[in-house]
């Protein structure tokens, strides 16, 4: 197996460093961009399996980069923020980021992230999403041709809207979904009520979660969205 | 301009009896001074006192007359009788009319005499008159003007000068405190309410209203045709109101108008200065905000001149000590890490303060689910404590609170760290939360050593480090209190804090609810 090759935008170069010396360790190839349209020329010239995006680039804003990627490629794109403000991150989300991490971030974190990307993607060519018949993480199992979803081992009556809730975040397990994202996909691309998504995903972790208070299938991004795990710690 | 009424605004003294009776005295005086006259001379002519004298005491007759009755019409009465009898008494022939060449001239002299001692006299008791009125104006004005100064807002000015005009003049009066085009019913105060208001209240009215309050002149134009006198509230050219007055039925007296537009200057002047007093206090409570924040700016920064030392020795000395046993190394770069985390959670409180808008100390709220809340503050804090153990438990109805998510989440893990902080390792923190009337109410529970005693008077204030104390990095109390108690206050919300009888501390905070019943989670989800 070939390593995978990740493009790292970043114009710090004691983060750089670091990032080389724990990517290194866990055999990933790494490639260098550190302004926005080194980043673009590399991503043509050398076809990443991965990229991670610091938005606080020097030359433009990193969700410039971010949409004239999206253009031409579809290739996973983690983006780097140093800001704590949701609104980017949606925004980034939705315009088509697989996922983000918030600095100052744990390595650990980091590599999840990573693997995560990198094995959706890997499932995404191998056309491993459409064959799958059904889903499992922890004690969490569902039934895609049954459409049944159960709880170790005991069935969950889930309704036709949180059974869809649960199938879609079960599909993109790992990664996490916004709001808007989940509304157009349940709902239908006029509905925008956030209040309806959340109230759904009362009743779903009250079903499916243990400790409702303490859920452990799926987690909440705080005034982002929902991410189903996939895989336990 | 209008032609003002001159009104007697004065207090008549003879006015206060009937006419009739008052006509009936000054007669009296009348007769009673020409017959003493007439008496009088009869005598000296007897005493052969020469025509002359007597004649010159006829004059002082009318004269005296005219200066005591308040009309012109008993000078001339007293002029022609005196003229009369001087002919019949004095003149030769004696006890009759002689009607000689010097009858006309005696009546003209005495005419003229009369008229111009009634006119001196009339003029003197006005001026008199004035001067009475203009003093109790004057005092009327003192007193205002004390009162004015003593009201402590707007609203007690206009109320206070409302009264006051609509008991001096005595007719309905409106202060507009606003522009009055299309101005709510907070904008005006309106003296006799209900009766008048129709004539205040009407399009054409509030239209010239508006146009004086634009232009802080009153409106000449319509002078004439309208039911109302505005008077605009000027004070160096900034419009701090208009007062109209009713004048419907009759127009405005001079001297009430020039009341009305002396007490329209001193109301500006009131005003204005409430105003100055009022941007004085603004200045004085951003400059204490000002203090505040560099206290906070120099405490913190002296908060991190500590951990940034230790990181920056700590990494010299793994650069420079080669020869350093492996395990020393590996303490260092512990105490790099820790210390380092300690910074971020610094850095992150110190943010979220920015977050609170600086002015108004007020947040941008959303809808959020309170139990996703906890979950994901408890899941940060678990990661940073992966040795902790947190339990949660939420109510069955999901509680959605408007907050900022963001702020919210913050002051979470800054009191369940502190709880794991003063606890021993591993020992079981509580997090709760409730509906308690309208408001959605979080506990952080500990079963640790508590808060100590010297903490508790001002638990939620910034404790410093100062100077003679040493920095404790693994310490919570720092200004994550101080930064928990700004964010709840700035939703709203209250928070505290107190020992349990069982052991521990308790920390609480309450957040209002959107609505009573909007919380509650449906029956059905929405298919």
């Not at chain 2, 000689?100 to 111009?116: A, D, E, R, S, Y």
């Not at chain 2, 001196?120 to 004015?148: D, G, K, M, S």
Request: charged share 25%; glycine share 6%.
């Amino acid at each position: 197996m070939t390593k995978a090759k990740i493009l790292v935008v970043e114009d710090e170069r004691v983060i750089r460093n670091f990032l080389d010396a724990i990517l290194t360790a866990h055999d990933y190839q790494i490639l260098y961009a550190t302004t926005g349209k080194e980043a673009v020329t590399i991503t043509a010239s050398h076809i990443p399996d991965l990229i991670l995006l610091d938005l606080g680039l020097p030359d433009v804003d990193g969700e410039l980069v971010l949409q004239k990627i999206r253009e031409w490629s579809d290739v996973p794109i983690i983006v780097v923020s140093a800001r704590q403000d949701e609104a980017q991150k949606v925004s980034c989300l939705d315009a088509g980021a697989d996922d983000y991490v918030t600095k100052p971030f744990g390595n650990s974190e980091l590599l999840a992230r990573i693997r995560t990307s990198l094995r959706r993607r890997a499932m995404i060519q191998d056309n491993r999403f459409l064959q799958a018949s059904s889903f499992a993480v922890g004690g969490l199992t569902i039934d895609y041709a049954k459409r049944q979803v159960a709880v170790d081992g005991a069935a969950v009556h889930l309704t036709p809207i949180e059974y869809k809730i649960v199938v879609l975040l079960s599909k993109n397990a790992g990664m996490v979904l916004t709001y808007d994202c989940i509304i157009r996909e349940i709902w239908g691309p006029f509905a925008s009520d956030n209040q309806l998504v959340r109230v759904n995903m009362a009743n779903i972790r009250r079903k499916i979660e243990p400790n409702p208070a303490d859920p452990r299938y799926i987690l909440t991004e705080v005034g982002v969205g929902y991410r189903m795990i996939d895989c336990v710690k | 301009m209008k032609q003002y009424v001159r009104e007697k605004m004065y207090a008549d003294p003879w006015e206060d009896s009937p006419k009739w009776r008052s006509t009936l005295i000054h007669t009296a005086k009348m007769c009673g001074i020409i017959l003493f006259t007439i008496v009088f001379t009869e005598l000296l002519r007897h005493a052969q006192v020469g025509l002359q004298s007597l004649l010159m005491i006829y004059l002082l007759s009318v004269q005296i007359v005219s200066f005591v009755t308040p009309k012109y019409v008993y000078g001339i009465l007293a002029a022609l009788i005196c003229t009369f009898s001087f002919d019949f008494f004095v003149s030769e022939p004696q006890l009759a009319f002689s009607f000689t060449i010097g009858f006309p001239i005696t009546l003209f002299t005495m005419l003229v005499v009369t008229f111009i001692t009634s006119t001196l006299t009339v003029q003197l008791r006005y001026q008199a008159a004035l001067a009475v009125e203009r003093e109790r104006r004057a005092e009327l004005l003192a007193e205002i003007n004390q009162a004015l100064l003593a009201a402590r807002d707007v609203d007690a000015i206009v109320r206070l000068v409302s009264g006051y005009l609509a008991a001096q003049i005595g007719r309905p009066v409106i202060f507009y405190t606003k522009d009055p085009k299309n101005c709510g019913r907070d904008a005006y105060v309106l003296t006799r309410d209900d009766e008048s208001a129709g004539v205040f209240l009407t399009e054409t009215e509030k239209k010239r209203a508006h146009r004086v309050y634009k232009s802080g002149i009153p409106d000449a134009l319509d002078e004439f045709d309208s039911d109302v006198h505005y008077e605009a509230v000027v004070s160096r050219g900034t419009v701090f109101g208009v007062i109209g007055i009713e004048c419907k039925a009759k127009p405005l007296a001079f001297t009430s108008l020039i009341f009305l537009q002396v007490l329209v200057k001193q109301v500006a002047m009131a005003l204005e200065l409430l105003y100055l007093s009022d941007e004085k206090n603004n200045l004085k409570i951003s400059a204490e905000k000002e203090k505040m924040r560099s206290n906070l700016l120099r405490s913190i920064s002296h908060d991190l001149r500590t951990p940034l030392t230790s990181i920056l020795g700590a990494s010299a000395a793994i650069l420079e000590e080669r020869d350093m046993p492996e395990e020393m190394r590996y303490n260092l770069v512990t105490d790099i890490q820790e210390t380092t985390q300690w910074l971020i959670r610094m850095v992150e409180n110190i943010l979220t303060v920015t977050r609170i808008s600086k002015e108004v100390m007020e947040v941008h709220k959303t809808l959020e689910a309170a139990e996703e809340l906890i979950s994901q503050a408890v899941s940060i804090v678990r990661a940073r404590f992966p040795q902790c153990h947190i339990h949660v438990r939420i109510p069955d109805e999901l509680l959605l609170v408007p907050m900022d998510g963001t702020l919210i989440s913050q002051v979470l893990i800054n009191l369940l760290e502190n709880a794991i902080k003063n606890s021993e390792e591993g020992a079981l923190v509580l997090v709760n939360l409730k509906k308690q009337d309208d408001y959605a109410r979080f506990e952080v529970i500990d079963h640790g050593s508590g808060i100590s005693a010297h903490l508790m008077d001002n638990l939620f204030e910034i404790h410093t480090q100062g100077e003679d104390a040493t920095i404790d990095v693994s310490s919570g109390i720092g200004i994550g209190l101080s930064i928990c108690q700004t964010i709840v206050q700035a939703h709203g919300g209250s928070i505290e804090g107190h020992n349990r009888e069982e052991g521990g501390a308790k920390f609480s905070f309450m957040l209002p609810l959107a609505e009573a019943g909007d919380g509650m989670i449906p029956d059905e989800a929405h298919d």
